[in-house]
DNA sequence: ATCACGACCTGGAGGC
DNA sequence: TGCCTCCAGGTCGTGA
């Protein structure tokens, strides 16, 4: 579900949460992606009693940093959510994680499927943690040009959009974005990568910042299931230029835009004017 | 090493 | 109403 805007959204509807001491953690038990169980006790260990002091991200990592050396690394998957509650709210289906703060609010974490991650980091070793040491250029965070995306291409044969959504390269693209940059770029998501020319990786690295950037702006793209920490849904999905528009006009030229299927993902693309 | 696929899990939408 | 199939903002393990 949230790719970089949404989480980037998160994080800034969560700030309210920055000054908070934790008086307790709950958790459901229920393992998440790869069956992990959520380390409950280490939770507690690292997080009762500690005050939240700063949020940050890396793609879609979220770091709830607190006065001690421990920071909670989320990762909200695919239908993750992490929301700011009364703690006399009723609680959602599928919460899996809460923490209890003294002036009697709770930062809860839900996720229906469980695809989402739930973990501890060391503060200013953060990069160390597994999640977060693979992770390639945060387009938000750091200069994301032409030359970066050029020179990690090489020696690749991969579709387009396969780079765009692997996160050892650029992090925080997903699948929407990815052919909402490839729209932008006027690039085939099917195009391969040894096509793929310093002036097109110019072009490229726009549209991934432009698409990121615009999707930010509107608070994130809730298609079915995203919101931020107060509940509210994005309103980007009403501006995507070309995901989901299988058979509407393309907005640059009007052919119909076309759908297929990259690595099992829908893909979305205009015939004529993506012309590589 | 790189690449593409299937699996993981739940729920909503649409067809019959 | 109910039951079925398909689809979904992600990632990882597998096998070619």
Redesign the pocket.
């Known amino acids: 579900?949230?790719?970089l805007p949404?989480v980037e959204t998160v994080r800034l509807t969560l700030r309210p949460a920055v000054g908070a001491t934790i008086g307790g953690v709950w958790t459901s038990g229920q393992p998440l992606?790869?069956?992990r169980p959520i380390p409950t006790a280490a939770l507690r260990r690292a997080l009762v009693g500690r005050r939240i002091t700063e949020l940050r991200r890396f793609?879609?990592y979220l770091l709830v940093d607190t006065d001690g050396p421990r920071s909670l690394l989320v990762?909200l998957?695919?239908?993750g959510r992490l929301r700011i509650h009364r703690a006399a709210d009723e609680r959602a289906?599928?919460t899996h994680v809460v923490l209890r703060f003294e002036d009697g609010r709770e930062l809860r974490y839900s996720d229906?499927?469980?695809?989402g991650q739930v973990d501890l980091a060391r503060r200013g070793a953060e990069r160390d943690h597994p999640?977060l040491a693979?992770l390639g250029l945060d387009p938000l965070t750091e200069r994301l040009d032409g030359a970066y995306l050029h020179d990690r291409a090489r020696?690749?044969?991969?579709?387009l959009k396969?780079f765009l959504?692997d996160?050892g390269i650029v992090a925080g693209v997903?699948?929407?974005y990815a052919s909402e940059a490839l729209w932008r770029a006027k690039l085939r998501p099917t195009a391969r990568?040894p096509r793929l020319t310093r002036e097109r990786a110019d072009a490229l690295a726009r549209g991934i910042r432009d698409a990121l950037r615009h999707a930010l702006a509107k608070g994130?793209?809730?298609?079915?299931?995203?919101v931020d920490a107060d509940g509210v849904a994005g309103e980007n999905a009403d501006y995507l230029l070309v995901y989901g528009r299988e058979g509407a006009p393309c907005r640059r030229c009007r052919t119909l835009i076309r759908r297929s299927v990259?690595?099992?993902?829908?893909t979305f693309f205009c015939p004529r004017c993506q012309v590589l």
Do not use: C, W, Y
């Open positions: 579900m949230p790719e949404e992606r790869l069956n793609g879609k990762h998957g695919m239908t289906l599928h229906p499927r469980r695809f999640s693979v020696g690749k044969s991969a579709s396969a959504m996160q997903g699948n929407i990568l994130g793209t809730s298609l079915r299931d995203f990259i690595q099992g993902r829908a």
